[in-house]
Structure formats: C-alpha cells, structure tokens
C-alpha cells in the first residue's frame, strides 16, 4: 500500500511539474559560458518558457521551435540578460536582435517591438537614461508603448530612440510632420511612418507642408486613424518631410528620436556568433 502510494505521489508531482510550464519551447546555444536559470551552461540547452538567459563574453543564438511562433531567431548580445516566453522576450540587459514572420514581439522598458512584415531583421538595444534604441536591418517593426501608443514604424537602415519621460502626461503630443489630405480627411505623418487623423482646428491651409505642431493624442494611435486633437500648428519648412537625423517627438510621454544609419545593427551582426539557424 505504501508503494502504490509513492508511485502515485511520484506521478502527481510529474504532472504538476508538466503544468507549470516545463514544456520544452526552444533551444540556446553559446560558443562559450552563459547562464540559463542561474545554472551555468557550455554550449546548449533546452529553453521553458519562462527561462532567464544571460550572456557573458560570447553572444547567445535561441531558436523557438514550438507552436505558432516556430523558428523565430532571437540573438542576445554579450553582457545581456532575457526572459524567454513562447510569445515575447523580456530584454532586461543589454541588447538582442530578432528575426521574425510572426506576431512575436521584444519587449524593453515598457514598450513593445513587433515585426510589421515577413522576414524583418531588427536590434533593440537598452541605453542608460531610461532609453531604448530600436534598428532595423530589413523589413520594419511597429514600437508601441505599454497602452498600446504607437511611437514608430522603424524602417529599414533607420535607427529610432525612446527615452521615458518621468510623470509625463500620456496624452500630450510634439512634433513635426507632413499635413496631407485624402477622401476628405487631413492627416500629419511623422518621418517614421506614423499618421494620424487631425481634429479640432482648420489646417486646410497647413496641407502639403511639413509642420510643427502640439496636440492631444485620442484614442489609440496607428499608421491610420489615430487621432490628433491639435493645438497649435505652424509651418516649418518647405512641403515634404526631408527631416534631418535626430528630430524628436514628445508622444505619450516619450522622446522619439529618428535617424539614418545601420552602424548599431551591422555591429551586432558582425559579433562573434552567427544568428541561430533552424
């Protein structure tokens, strides 16, 4: 009786551990030390979700090779630190690039970095001063923040920074943008690809002209009928974006900072590890 008491202890406690979430997802491979749920790893092993990776001197290659996701290539560079789930991976140190089809998203400080189109390729890197930089190196990636703002389409060769902004009223909207005017009507574009629906004044005469403009953000943004209540719009240039690198929007509480250049993401590729392979 004892016997048959332990086995089915033994049993119970097999599938208690199967329904916490010890389901294999994925593997990581290091050509080198890493740490993987605060046991030190040479080489490989199996990722759960909700695994803890962290990286030394050598970059790390994981590979989801379960459910919807299968094959999403996630690469951590040297001296950072992620959770890895079967949907998303937390970035708490350092900077990882992805490669991703799917609706896999990295998440860094709040916001959410997700692959707009099929084989995007970009880098998501944690800066000091609360801020996150986000490359593209193909394809392009959708950066939204923790209420579902959208800050930015990040396109390919274009570097994008986020810096939070302590107690900053969410709501509130800077910036520059191009006014156009389509099946009746008037939107602003900003340099990274993010339109909104202005309301609340007259800007007939702002159309085809870059502006300057503040406002309140209603209703959720996104790359088409978002809303934009404005308060105050001036012309600033000649028609058409032509902005220059480091031009900045205050969106939602965040500092949006767009440029031109690769060099981030080519670095990272060029580190000692290839991306994991399927």
Not at 44 to 49: Q, V
Not at 79 to 84: D, N, P, V
Not at 131 to 160: C, I, K, Q, W
Request: net charge neutral; proline share 2%.
């Amino acid at each position: 009786m004892l016997k048959n008491l332990q086995v089915a202890a033994i049993i119970l406690c097999m599938l208690s551990y199967a329904s916490a979430g010890t389901v294999s997802i994925g593997t990581v491979n290091v050509r080198g030390e890493m740490r993987v749920d605060s046991n030190n790893v040479k080489g490989n092993a199996t990722l759960f979700d909700g695994s803890v990776v962290e990286t030394g001197q050598a970059t790390a290659d994981l590979l989801l090779n379960k459910g919807l996701n299968k094959g999403v290539e996630i690469k951590l560079s040297t001296g950072s630190r992620g959770t890895l789930y079967n949907d998303h991976l937390v970035l708490q140190q350092g900077e990882s690039e992805l490669a991703a089809s799917s609706q896999f998203e990295l998440q860094a400080n709040g916001l959410r970095v997700k692959p707009n189109e099929a084989n995007s390729r970009g880098v998501v890197s944690l800066k000091s001063g609360d801020t996150v930089e986000v490359a593209s190196l193909s394809g392009s990636f959708g950066v939204t923040n923790d209420h579902g703002v959208l800050l930015a389409n990040v396109r390919p060769g274009r570097v994008v920074s986020f810096a939070m902004q302590a107690k900053a009223n969410p709501n509130v909207f800077s910036g520059t943008g191009l006014v156009s005017f389509e099946n009746g009507t008037y939107y602003l574009t900003t340099e990274e690809s993010v339109k909104y629906v202005l309301t609340c004044k007259d800007v007939h005469r702002f159309v085809n002209n870059k502006v300057v403009i503040s406002g309140t953000l209603e209703g959720a943004p996104g790359q088409a009928g978002g809303s934009l209540c404005v308060k105050s719009m001036e012309i600033n240039g000649q028609s058409g974006l032509g902005l220059s690198d480091g031009t900045k929007w205050l969106i939602g509480g965040i500092v949006v900072a767009g440029g031109v250049g690769a060099a981030l993401a080519i670095h990272f590729v060029n580190q000692n590890n290839s991306p994991a392979s399927k």
